[in-house]
T-cell receptor, first 116, second 114 residues
Framework: DAGVIQSPRHEVTEMGQEVTLRCKPI?????LFWYRQTMMRGLELLIY????????DSGMPEDRFSAKMPNASFSTLKIQPSEPRDSAVYFC??????????????FGPGTRLTVL | QKEVEQNSGPLSVPEGAIASLNCTYS??????FFWYRQYSGKSPELIMF????GDKEDGRFTAQLNKASQYVSLLIRDSQPSDSATYLC??????????????FGAGTRLFVKA
């Protein structure tokens, strides 16, 4: 398997623009996670889906952020409008999502977002 | 109190020494505990997980879990410069909805000096 695929790998945009990040989870995985990582705040869970349904979006910073998972093989994280403080590395991860004791997350390579 | 706490470091050890990384968690009902390694500019990758009290060994790595004290540790024997990275502790906690979610600590930076 190719692992978790994210695109784009790097994104530079100007404040106020819409940004869409994409993720393809590992085939057969039922759970998908979006994280944001910064030096100041570490790795933060934004939202996670199980069987394409959003389960916990309490980490989404504000209404400017939205996430969708229209099918088992694709998810998007959208920021509209973007702000400089959104600059971070955004990771997507997937897992089988069946057994809490052994549920291991596999991370994609991340998207480095810079908002000028 | 944060749900998962780690000393941010940096922890510096000489090559060949034992590196000891610690993590504490707040939820007594936590199910399982994971150690991830993250090299600079890369994504986290799993080293090992543990869910029973005691020690679990995998090569040069040993995870130790003490549920009564709510801490989990990772020992790296014969540390190598290639072990220099940030180590993230992650805990799977039950949710009231019946599912579970994973909470990551902030990570400990480890430097192994040649």
């Amino acid at each position: 398997d190719a692992g978790v695929i994210q695109s784009p790998r790097h994104e530079v945009t100007e404040m106020g623009q819409e940004v869409t990040l994409r993720c393809k989870p590992i085939s057969g995985h039922n759970s998908l996670f979006w994280y944001r990582q910064t030096m100041m705040r570490g790795l933060e869970l934004l939202i996670y889906f199980n069987n394409n349904v959003p389960i916990d979006d309490s980490g989404m910073p504000e209404d400017r952020f939205s996430a969708k998972m229209p099918n088992a093989s694709f998810s998007t994280l959208k920021i509209q409008p973007s702000e400089p403080r959104d600059s971070a590395v955004y990771f997507c991860a997937s897992s089988l999502g069946e057994q809490p004791r052994t549920d291991t997350q596999y991370f994609g390579p991340g998207t480095r977002l810079t908002v000028l | 109190q944060k749900e998962v706490e780690q000393n941010s470091g940096p922890l510096s050890v000489p090559e060949g020494a034992i590196a000891s990384l610690n993590c504490t968690y707040s939820d007594r009902g936590s199910q399982s505990f994971f150690w991830y390694r993250q090299y600079s500019g890369k994504s986290p990758e799993l080293i090992m997980f543990i869910y029973s009290n005691g020690d679990k060994e995998d090569g040069r790595f040993t995870a130790q879990l003490n549920k009564a004290s709510q801490y989990v540790s990772l020992l790296i024997r014969d540390s190598q410069p290639s072990d220099s990275a940030t180590y993230l502790c992650a805990v799977n906690m039950n949710e009231r909805t019946g599912g579970f979610k994973t909470i990551f600590g902030a990570g400990t930076r480890l430097f192994v000096k040649a």
